[in-house]
């Protein structure tokens, strides 16, 4: 996890995403946005956690929340809520090295800080 002196978003993200979603907070920072980046490796670890640890990692008074998967979205709306943003791939078929797909698909740290503040506006 990556913390902001003040957090007005959380940020969670999955492996390689993880390194874009940090790179992305710093973006943020420079702009005023505080982020709390969460690595979130397993959903199912992570949802047989106490409520008190799940309320700690991903503050229920912060309604701004932010999913980065580079797979498919599903699921995710669990823990960012209705009026969360989800960035990921939607769609199959495509195929390239890892840095022509992140920038196909909005995820790079750019990106990623853009739809973000997009977002918080």
């Not at 669990?78 to 969360?84: M, Q, W």
Request: aromatic share 6%; with cysteine.
């Amino acid at each position: 996890m990556k913390d902001a002196d003040r957090i007005d978003v959380v940020i969670i993200a999955t492996g390689s995403e993880v390194s874009a979603a940090i790179a992305a907070s710093d973006i943020l920072a420079a702009e005023r946005v505080g982020a709390r980046v969460v690595s979130m490796p397993s959903t199912q670890i992570f949802d047989k956690q106490s409520q008190a640890y799940q309320d700690s990692v991903i503050p229920p008074g912060i309604r701004k929340r932010v999913v980065v998967e580079a797979a498919s979205p599903l699921g995710w709306c669990k823990y960012v809520g209705d009026e969360g943003l989800i960035i990921g791939i939607d769609r199959f078929g495509a195929s390239a090295p890892y840095k022509v797909l992140a920038e196909k698909y909005g995820l790079t740290p750019e990106q990623i800080a853009a739809r973000v503040l997009e977002y918080m506006r």
